[in-house]
């Protein structure tokens, strides 16, 4: 192994420590009882939870096709679905907005402040107004994601294609270049590290609006599993719950968000920071 | 200016010799005057100026073949032409082998021969060069000089050169206009008489046709610094 390889082992054996700590006095929990299992349910439990909610699943091709039964991947699926609809309506949009108010002074000057307003709005706060407007449902969660993808990917992509050197302009428009090749080959490459930031941030932000929403104002979602799941007192479902939300966003942030993060900044010849 | 002429803007810092160039390319507007090129007046930037800049106006992201045949692809040139052109001016330049890399695994001094292989690959009218060698070092730059003098004699390019090295614009200009500091006005024409293929720093410095007109050059930019 390389001496690279062996840094990043012995990084995420480190890592896994505290995991490995909260994990047996969990499991220690189960043996000596110190909290009753309504409040502390044990591993096993939470462990059969996945099977209990799957009970009436035939099996994974019906899970992906969300069918009746299988109640977990049907939460699982709503949450990341509304992420995928989110990114696919809202990056368009922010990166198309963005660009537009980066490259055009007065545009750019009037949306700036707008931008800074919207992007210190936490999504949740916007969560009891969205109920009045949308109700109870996938149209309320659907409004808390985009608006919390579409300010941030705008706001970053603005500042990205402000940071652009005007010299980069010049030189192609020089070789011949319109208007639109300019946009389209200097701003929005040279603008590409600062959307994926926006991106990632997006993402980091949205997600945890989106459990937030679905528990007030959703009828379906891994923040709706868990809300009822507290109302029933299924401890062991609420447990699980949380660990999906966190287990899903580390694998997205650290298997997607962060790689191409770090693939555009290094390809673009710019020092790459760890976060 | 004539074709085929290499002509040097000369001038003490801050007389206006980055806006001319600027207004020439079609970057800047003016208020005065006509700029025409070839009898076509200069309504914006466009491909038969091409322009070299001081900083390295090369895209980071692009690698170098890229860079250089990006004039190219702007102007819808076939693949196959392209990468032909695009070698021919990568050994011009001397980055044969450098061909996938990026930018920013290049010195300064190859910086700055990607972004001329760039502009001339896009084969404009005329080469407009701002300050091109200012960023690199000393040696650098003598021979990005004597590479420049070459490869105006293997393309044969009319290019304005602005510089506010008197040494540089005696050494590659045919002309060199000299101008008053700000606001910049054309001061003293002085005309170089020395055959392209003589000019070598090594030969040029023995040279008193060289050096009678650096020191004439020399004095008239001196001249305007003093009064400051």
Sequence with gaps: MTRFGRGRLRRILLGAIPFLVLGTLWQMNAVYRWLAPIHMPPPAAVWSAIFTLQEGCPGLLDALRQGSGCLLTNHILSSMGRVALSLLVGLPLGIAFGVLAGIHRRLGNALEPVGVFANAISGIAWVPLAIVWFGVGWRTTLFILLNTVFWLVFFNTLLGVRGVPRVYEHGVLALGATRWKVITQVYVPGALPSIVTGIRMSMGFGWRALIAAEMIGGDRGLGFMLFVSAQEYKTEEVFLGVLVIAVIWMLTDRACLVPLERWTIERWGLVWRPS | ?228
């Design chain 2, 1 to 228: 200016m004539y074709d085929g002429e290499f002509a040097a803007v000369v001038g003490p810092s801050g007389c206006g010799k980055t806006t001319l160039l600027n207004i020439l390319a079609g970057l800047l507007p003016y208020r005065h005057g006509t700029v025409q090129v070839d009898g076509v007046p200069v309504k914006g930037p466009g491909s038969d100026r091409g322009v070299v800049f001081q900083e390295h106006a090369i895209l980071p992201w692009r690698t170098v073949a890229r860079n250089i045949g990006h004039g190219l692809e702007l102007q819808g040139v076939p693949r196959q032409e392209r990468r032909r052109r695009v070698r021919e001016f990568v050994e011009l330049v001397g980055l044969a082998g450098f061909e996938e890399r990026y930018p920013h695994e290049l010195s300064g001094g190859m910086k700055q021969r990607v972004a001329l292989a760039r502009t001339l690959c896009a084969n404009p009218v005329i080469m407009l060069m701002d300050e091109p060698f200012a960023a690199v070092d000393a040696q650098t730059r003598i021979t990005l000089q004597e590479e420049l003098n070459r490869i105006a004699i293997a393309t044969r390019k009319t290019i304005l050169l602005v510089t506010h090295n008197v040494d540089e614009a005696a050494f590659l200009g045919d002309r060199c206009f000299v101008f008053t500091r700000r606001p910049g006005r054309l001061k003293a024409t002085v005309t170089i008489h020395i055959p392209r293929d003589r000019r070598i720093w090594k030969e040029v410095v023995a040279d008193p046709a060289f050096t009678a007109r650096r020191d004439e050059i020399l004095e008239l930019v001196r001249a305007e610094v003093r009064v400051e």
